[in-house]
Structure formats: C-alpha cells, structure tokens
C-alpha cells in the first residue's frame, strides 16, 4: 500500500509560480509512473503530466510546467510557471504501474489533493 500527500498549493497571481510536492510513504516508489492530475469547479479531472524516465505533459501546460522526482526522498513534485487563472484546480498526485499515462485507471494510489488558486 502506498500513502501520497500531496502539500504547497495555494493563492498566486497570474504569472506567478508554484512548486507542489507529493510524498510517498509505504512503499518505494521507484519503479512506478507519478503522475499529477487536475480537476477545475465544474469540470473533469484531467491529465497534467506524468514522469517515469522523463516527463510527458498535456498541452495546456507544456513549457510552463516540470513534473520531477527524488527517489531517495520518495517524492514527486510539480514546478508550476507561467501560471494562468485556468490553471486553478484541485491537484492530484497518482502513482501506478501505468502503460497509459493520461488514464487515471492506470493509477492505483492517489493524494487528497491541494488547491491551486491563480488569480487575474
């Protein structure tokens, strides 16, 4: 079993940066996929990126956001630049053996999530 907590969201301006972090505990989690996920008021929860040897990013965050991990620390995070008020949402950190990397099925642990509020 795999715990994640998810920390350092919060209230930024547009243009502004955050970085959140994803702790593992229960099991090492060097093998597995991280992932982050992101879901808006009123919308579904969507892929954000995903990093195995490297990162794979969806397009609304690519070149603004770096997803990277120490696995000595058993812990992922999510430098976020660039921030825009559509970036605000509830994040997700997700680990699994995923093949898929923007299907939370592939997933099997999930975080509680932390809010990211951007504001214009």
């Known amino acids: 079993q795999v715990q994640l907590v998810e920390s350092g969201g919060g209230l930024v301006q547009a243009g502004g940066s955050l970085r959140l972090s994803c702790a593992a505990s229960g099991r090492s989690i060097t093998s597995y996929v991280m992932a982050w996920f992101r879901q808006a008021p009123g919308k579904e929860r969507e892929f954000v990126g995903a990093?195995?040897?490297?990162?794979v990013y969806a397009d609304s965050v690519k070149g603004r956001f770096t997803i990277s991990r120490d696995n000595a620390k058993n812990t992922a995070y999510l430098q976020m630049n660039s921030l825009k008020p559509e970036d605000t949402a509830v994040y997700y950190c997700?680990?699994?053996?995923?093949?898929?990397?923007?299907?939370?099925?592939?997933?099997?642990?999930w975080g509680q999530g932390t809010q990211v509020t951007v504001s214009s």
């Open positions: 997700a680990v699994g053996q995923a093949t898929r990397f923007g299907v939370e099925a592939s997933y099997n642990y």
């Open positions: 990093f195995r040897w490297s990162g």
